[in-house]
């Protein structure tokens, strides 16, 4: 059904033209009067001044109905009359329909969710596809898989768009446009490349990579969602131990509104203790730690946000939890009485935290009063100091970090992690660089170029003052990273292998004035804490969805099952894997957000917490053009679902307005030659 985009204007316009228009053809022309000497040429002239009012009675006049009818076309168009028609597959069409989080937002329309509502959406424009016409279906997040090649049975296609299932994965439409253009480059049953191929782009329009998308089809962009939605979601979480107190363990929460108003909720913590003879038994308990966080949009402006402070609103978008934990745990928050949310897969994020256990620190030196001391002052349970050739006769294992000072170890543990003070060994993949002649490489006078103000082992550290007076030349592999480089080269670099965790300094400290700096202590405290992370203070990283944790070596030789398989349960199912002979294990991607579990545990891995974290899946809020405005929008304005809408005041104008324009110019000119 036609309607208006205008019509207040179109309105008022006509209100003010129409009786001006009319008020001309009332007034009578006032004429002067004169004398003749007869009158018999005059008898319409005389029938004219008969009346002296200034009105006259309206009379049939063709002119008068033919400039009305031009006017009626002009305010017609001046209103932007639309019409709404459903769309219409063309003869070769591509249906990409998304996938992602986001498409979980149950404001679909009468309950169903965004994907349910774009599979409706695919499903009636297969409908519309002539005899002839051939489609395709691809559904996609941060991925994109052909759900169904280019067929013209529309049984197949709508089989394809109802197999579509939802993923809590991100979103990016870069690789399914790619996998577009390559399907329509060549047709298999046309052998040809195919034309004007129309692309239905069924999406809220939330992508990572819209700065990045082009593709040769005619992008015809169906937006989902409604503007109005409210949603609220967990967009961090972090866990650590204090270093100073084990047993305490800080949570920090995150979190934001990406409705249209301001909202609050309740936020519940939840733990649920692990059994080491049971890891798979979670039960969650809550703490009784119930606090109402308070959410400003994220759409508001700086001025809206000052406006609803200054008016009484206290917003607390970040939340801090302190708990006693003596064992390993899962905790869990859960935000709850949001009114009105349409996700819920941000409403529930998990991070597993492992049982505090004392550090045991592990020094080999020759006698280094400034590295002796700041092991001492690390604050670790325990640290054991070894002269070079009593660590080679004990060859000791047990810790959780061992430091060598500026000396090469002839044997290391199978695992471990260990720091290098200017002299690592040969046997690992960063080493000292030789020249032609074997010769160990150095570089003298060395200052600091840049470091990785991002990393946990330098964050708060200015390492800008750091200068050595000599300094090996590193070699190292191109999986290592540079946490320091130097002005003529790296000076500390970090690298995972089999073993575990290696950090190796470039240079000696007692060549540097480090020892002295306020930086030197901070920097070791820092890395031990990193290196020790997966047994003593910080929890365990969770993982976003679609991502594939990697299982080091060394925690897969403590795992010896007989078949040499272990089986990985979680919330999409039961998969079970093959352990490698060599290398590490990746997991396949993890889809859904939830707790995945090994069977039988690996070390550090036996549970393993994904979570959605995610600004951009969390932002519900439809975008108003194409992704990376690539194409047109369908429904630009969310009235009528799934409708095309076409303005007519051109054609109003073109085949209306202009033809009555000539045919009120041709009577009158034929009045006046008359």
Known sequence: MPSFLNLTAAAIAAGIVVPALLALYFLKLRRQEMSVASTFLWKKTIQDLQVNAPFQRLRRNLLLLLQLLLLALLLIALARPISSSKPVAGARTVILIDRSASMNATDGGDGRSRLDEAKRRATALVGTMSRDARAMVIA??????????FTSDTASLRSAIDSITPSDRPTSLKLAYQ??????????????????VDLFVYSDGRMSDAEELSTRGLVKFERLGSADSVNAGIVALSARRA????????????????????????????????????????????????????????????????AAISGGFSPREGVEFRLE?????????????????VLASDDVAQIVVPPPKPLRLLLVTSGNAFVERMAQSL???????????????????????????????????????????????????????????????????????????DH?????????????????????????????????????VLHRDARGIVLTLAFDPLDSMWPTQPTFVPFFLQAVQFM????????????????????????????????????????????????????????????????YRTDPPIPQFELVAVNLTDEVESNTLPTDTAPGNVGTVI??????????????????????????LLIEWWVYTRRVHL
């Open 379 to 453: 604050g670790v349970s325990e640290v054991v100091k070894l002269t070079p050739s009593a660590y080679e006769q004990q060859q000791p294992a047990d810790f959780d970090v061992l430091i060598f000072d500026a000396y090469a170890p002839q044997h290391l543990p199978r695992t471990g992690n260990f720091i290098f003070l200017g002299k690592p060994p040969d046997s690992l993949a960063v080493k000292s660089a030789t020249d032609e002649q074997g010769r160990t490489e150095f570089i003298e006078n060395v200052g600091v170029l840049d470091w990785d103000r």
């Open 635 to 660: 429904n630009p304005d969310g009235d009528q679902q799934g409708l095309v809408q076409t303005e007519l005041w051109w054609w109003l104008v073109a085949c209306g307005a202009i033809p009555m």
């Open 243 to 306: 270093y100073e107190r084990p047993t305490q363990v800080q949570v920090f929460v995150r979190l934001a509104n990406y409705g249209p108003n301001p909202v609050e909720g309740d936020l519940r913590l939840e733990v649920a203790p692990i059994d080491p003879a049971d890891p798979s038994r979670i039960e969650f308990v809550p703490t009784g730690d119930l606090i109402t966080p308070r959410l400003l949009p994220q759409r508001y402006t700086d001025e809206q946000r000052r």
């Open 179 to 196: 996998l577009a253009d390559a399907q329509m480059q060549f047709d298999p049953d046309q052998m040809r490349a195919s034309d004007n």
């Open 532 to 595: 020790a992370l997966g047994s003593d203070l910080q929890s365990r990283e969770s993982v976003r969805p679609g991502e594939s944790p990697l299982v080091p070596r060394a925690n897969l030789e403590r795992v010896t099952p007989a078949d040499q398989q272990v089986v990985l349960r979680g919330p999409g199912g039961t998969q079970r894997l093959t352990i490698p002979p060599t290398g590490d294990l990746a997991f396949p991607p993890l889809e859904a957000v939830g707790l």
């Open 325 to 341: 934990l003596t064992t390993a745990a899962v905790i869990r928050v859960k935000l709850s009485r949001v009114d009105g949310d």
């Open 456 to 492: 946990p082992i330098l964050r708060g550290l200015n390492m800008g003052r750091l200068y050595t007076s000599q300094a090996l030349r590193l070699s190292y592999p191109l999986d290592a990273k540079v946490l320091i480089e130097g002005l003529k080269g790296p000076l500390a």
């Open 140 to 149: 996609f997040d941060n991925t994109a898989r052909i759900v169904q090649p």
